[in-house]
């Protein structure tokens, strides 16, 4: 009985027993641990990381294995919680754990919110506190412990976080900023630490945003071995983001830009970490990027930037991409005052500062070449702008609708890539460069192409080396482009043709076009890199025109060009190089080879305006027609020159020679015509210089030209027909000659002036000018006029062999004025030159002189008393003079005077009774008056009526009283030329 009773007590017992433990797992679970947690938590959270810790509620299921903490706070100290849950849910697999599994069912997360500072240092704060609280301590190895390397078994059924929050607080730099992730969503499924069967891999999704930026991420994963399958999206990053963040990676100023990224990914680890992508894709929307913070502008723009189709392999160090398509692509390129690109700057201050110390060798490591390639590259509806501050006038040069197609791209770049580029200038004209080209070696095949260029949007470039200014010209260019670089140095040649077309060119401080041109064709240009060659077959110039203007301070325009006042710095006067440029010219490689097969003339005209004097001197040289080939500087060459036109609107003018090799010694001949020039365009020059304005009379010009080098040497045949003289002008500029007798003396009997003006010297003179040297010998002849008249004469006409100074003047024996033989014919040359000069007037000057011609009047006049006659001998003189003798003369007598001198040298004796005898003849006071107007008429009658010159060119002068003697005591009549 009592083993009965005992027997159904255990029974009940140990249902009281359980119904106890159960109770008290229920109390310990609904109620005690809950209670110990609300209170342990906050304690954890303040002794672990120093934080204020408040819990809400917290709820265990101990029969389900699950908790569930509701308003879960942290502080530390922030503006805002560092950690705000709303609700936290944990269920544990119960059955599971007898498997030695630690398995978790499910964990959700409500509304979590994390706060994340980032310290300086890069240090996250929550770290820190952790360290602050937790000092790393050193753990003794336990003995016989050893580490399975198999990590322990945990399996996750499913985690889930429900619109949680991340606030990221940068407070690394000056500037502290915050970046909310909200919503964060996660889902992760069937997670195990060990290795699983195939098809055994969880699956994950992740959600976030930071403002309208979002991350996608979903895929499956295992963790032994470590691997995934998925898909990653970042979408519309802002540039804000991305500036912040990679400050120190970006060297520019990101301003605007949204970044999408997205690809599959396949992910192994084992002996080697595998990694593939594919279906990959970059868009890059809206981007805005400038050099500086303080740049106002963006300098580079872009609507899309997107490349897709990515693949990548880790493993295979391979990227292969589809076509990179860029569209509404914006560029503005700034050069600054200093000439520095602030864009390029700054990309090379962060390439510089980028770079290791040390670098490693190229071929030192083992892996594989690294092998990309690129679909293609697509470029549409874009522009780059210039802005070039340098020059004075800043360049200001635009290509828009710019559209860019490059074939496949590869790491092998010596494999050719084909390419096409279309842009129009924002000035006007289009460019355009098909082919293909390679980088390594470099090897370019273009066929370039531009029409319509207009040439003003280059203006600040043509200032800067001359003192243009480009009214309006268009450019044409077609042609081909070849250059290689597979040696050193890069070789390339050119061949096409091209022209500018409407060109008009002034200097910039001036209204009036200085060049103009309608087309100027270059045909069948070949042009070579190394040796640097050029030659053009064909250069067709139509409609030129050249204005040249010398202006009231005596510079040329043409000198002006250079931007000075026309004179050579000092220095460079001699024309000779400096030291530095003979050694530069030492070191240089093979000279330049320049050819034009020929030039072409058609409808040109060169105006010419002198307004350095008053009135200005205009003409214009029209008409012009012709060739010039063979222009070269390779030697040898005979080019030819022949050109015509017409100057000042009916003189033809023709240009016709040989043409050496430019730039040496070889002899270059040019022979120029002039034909009926109206002389009276040249009345300003007259005027200004010669005193008088020209009435009439025509030109012509016969001028041949010699260069050897630099030096010249030239005959300039001047020819005025019927040249005439108008009104006598003031000038202060007059050079003071006689201009009336020059020319009365240059000018024939049918009123031509021919004369020949040799000139020669050296061009690279700086002082050397062709029409002032010109100029001046002209000058020259007529100054010869007035110190030399009839040595000017005797080099004009044929004087029978009688110089300048012969025919100047005429000699009389003393007491003589009849005209002796020689005379005559001497008189006879002058009336033949004066009949050739009818502007002439000769002036006939009698003269005697008294120390002569006085004695020779006494003998004569004593010869006639005494009745002797020229014709006799002194034998037959003697007696009519001893008869005179003693008839004027008392003493001493005859026959004393006799035995004084010897009668029998009948000469000695004469002699004697002459020097006795002619004090005792007595002269009229007019008597040497009359011989002097008798020799002057004789001279006169002799001219006139025995060699016929004209009567209106003789005029008779007042006597000279005091005459020269001639070397054998002759009595010198002189002449003197005048003009009418």
């Not at 672990?48 to 879960?72: C, H, M, R």
């Not at 544990?92 to 499910?106: C, D, H, N, V, Y």
């Not at 205009?618 to 222009?631: H, M, P």
């Not at 007259?686 to 030109?699: A, Q």
Request: charged share 20%; no cysteine; net charge negative.
């Amino acid at each position: 009985m009592a083993q009965t009773r005992s027997k159904t007590r255990w029974p009940r017992m140990a249902v009281i027993i359980l119904l106890v433990l159960l109770v008290l797992y229920s109390v310990l679970g609904f109620v005690a641990l809950p209670w110990w947690l609300e209170r342990q938590v906050p304690e954890q959270l303040s002794q672990q990381l120093g934080w204020k810790g408040s819990v809400q509620n917290i709820a265990i299921n101990p029969f389900a294995l699950s908790l569930e903490i509701t308003g879960l706070k942290a502080q530390d100290g922030g503006p805002q919680p560092v950690l705000d849950i709303e609700r936290l849910y944990v269920n544990l697999g119960f059955w599971s754990l007898f498997r030695g599994i630690a398995a978790i069912q499910e964990i959700t997360l409500d509304q979590p919110g994390v706060r994340l500072d980032l310290l300086p240092g890069y240090e996250l704060k929550v770290a820190r506190d952790w360290l602050e609280h937790n000092p790393a301590r050193e753990k003794p190895p336990e003995e016989g412990s050893q580490d399975s390397g198999e990590p322990p078994q945990v399996y996750l059924q499913q985690l889930t976080v429900n619109g949680g929050s991340i606030m990221l607080r940068d407070l690394t730099g000056d500037k502290h900023r915050s970046f909310p992730v909200a919503p964060l969503n996660l889902s992760l499924n069937d997670l195990a630490t060990w290795r699983r069967e195939e098809g055994g891999s969880s699956s994950y999704y992740l959600l976030a945003a930071i403002g309208s930026q979002t991350i996608e991420w979903q895929g499956s994963l295992g963790l032994l071995p470590l691997e995934s399958d998925g898909f990653l999206k970042v979408s519309d990053l802002e540039a804000d983001t991305l500036t912040h963040f990679l400050a120190e990676q970006i060297p520019l100023d990101l301003r605007e830009g949204l970044v999408t990224v997205s690809s599959d990914y396949r992910l192994r680890s084992g002996d080697t970490l595998q990694l593939d992508t594919s279906g990959g894709e970059v868009t890059l929307e809206n981007l805005a990027v400038a050099s500086e913070a303080g740049q106002a502008e963006p300098e580079l723009s872009s609507n899309s930037i997107a490349l897709k189709d990515i693949a990548f392999s880790l493993q295979q160090r391979s990227l292969e991409t589809g076509k990179l398509r860029v569209e509404g692509l914006t560029l503005s390129l700034l050069r600054n005052a200093e000439g520095e690109l602030p864009l390029l700057t700054a990309l090379q201050a962060q390439t510089t500062s980028g770079q290791p110390e040390e670098t490693k060798k190229p071929g030192s490591s083992d892996a594989p070449p690294f092998r990309w390639s690129v679909e293609g590259v697509e470029l549409a509806g874009s522009q780059v702008s210039w802005l070039d501050r340098v020059p004075a006038m800043p360049a200001d040069l635009r290509l828009n609708d710019i559209r860019v197609e490059l074939g496949p791209l590869s790491d092998d770049l010596a494999e050719p890539v084909r390419y096409k580029v279309q842009s129009v200038l924002g000035g006007g004209g289009q460019l355009s460069a098909t082919g293909q080209v390679s980088a390594a070696p470099l090897n370019l095949e273009a066929a370039l192409s531009g029409s319509d260029l207009a040439l003003t949007q280059f203006q600040p470039y043509l200032q800067e080396s001359a003192n243009l200014a480009l009214e309006k010209g268009s450019l044409q260019l077609e042609g081909q482009l070849d250059l290689d670089g597979q040696d050193a140095p890069l070789t390339g040649t050119f061949s096409g043709q091209g022209q500018v077309t409407d060109l008009a060119v002034r200097l910039t401080d001036s209204a009036e076009p200085m060049v103009t041109w309608q087309t100027l064709r270059l045909e069948n240009i070949q042009y070579n890199l190394v040796p640097a060659r050029l030659e053009i077959g064909t250069v067709t110039l139509a409609e030129p025109s050249v204005s040249v203007i010398r202006n009231a301070n005596g510079i040329h325009n043409l000198q002006q060009i250079s931007g000075n006042d026309g004179t050579a710095p000092e220095g460079e006067a001699s024309g000779q190089p400096s030291p530095e440029a003979s050694e530069q010219g030492k070191e240089a490689g093979p000279p330049f080879i320049f050819r034009i097969s020929q030039l072409l003339l058609d409808k040109g005209q060169l105006a010419y305006t002198d307004r350095s004097m008053e009135p200005p001197f205009a003409t214009r040289l029209t008409d012009l027609q012709g060739s010039v080939t063979g222009i070269t500087n390779v030697k040898p060459q005979q080019g030819q020159v022949n050109i015509s036109g017409t100057l000042a609107g009916n003189a033809p003018v023709t240009i016709k020679g040989s043409l050496g090799t430019l730039g040496s010694d070889e002899l270059t001949e040019l022979h120029l015509t002039l034909e009926n020039y109206p002389m009276p365009g040249l009345s300003p020059y007259f005027g200004n210089y010669l005193g008088y304005r020209v009435d009439s009379g025509k030109l012509g010009l016969d001028l041949d030209y010699r260069f050897r080098g630099a030096k010249i040497d030239a005959s300039n045949l001047v020819i005025m027909d019927q040249l005439a003289l108008g009104k006598k002008v003031e000038s202060p500029d007059t050079v003071g000659v006689p201009v009336k007798l020059g020319l009365a003396l240059l000018r024939d009997q049918k009123g031509v002036i021919d004369i020949r003006l040799p000139i020669s010297g050296d061009m690279s003179a700086p002082s050397f000018d062709v029409s002032e040297i010109v100029g001046q010998a002209f000058i020259n002849v007529l100054r010869r006029a007035a110190t030399s008249p009839f040595t000017m004469l005797g080099s004009l006409v044929d004087l029978a062999g009688f110089s300048a100074e012969e025919l100047g003047q005429v000699s009389f024996a003393p007491g003589e004025s009849a005209i002796r033989e020689p005379q005559s014919k001497q008189l006879a040359a002058l009336a033949d030159a004066l009949r050739q000069r009818p502007a002439l007037m000769l002036s006939i000057r009698g003269a005697v002189a008294p120390k002569v011609d006085e004695p020779a009047l006494r003998r004569q006049r004593l010869l006639r008393h005494a009745n002797i006659e020229p014709s006799m001998s002194p034998g037959q003189r003697l007696p009519g003079l001893e008869r005179t003798y003693q008839e004027r003369v008392a003493e001493p007598p005859l026959a004393t005077l006799r035995q004084q001198v010897n009668p029998d040298d009948e000469r000695a004796w004469e002699a004697a009774l002459l020097e006795r005898l002619l004090p005792t003849v007595q002269l009229p006071p007019e008597a040497l008056g009359q011989l002097a107007s008798a020799r002057a008429e004789a001279v006169r009658t002799e001219l006139q009526d025995e060699h016929s010159a004209a009567s209106a060119q003789l005029f008779l002068q007042d006597p000279d009283r005091q005459a020269p003697l001639s070397d054998n005591g002759d009595v010198l009549v002189q002449f003197n030329l005048e003009a009418r």
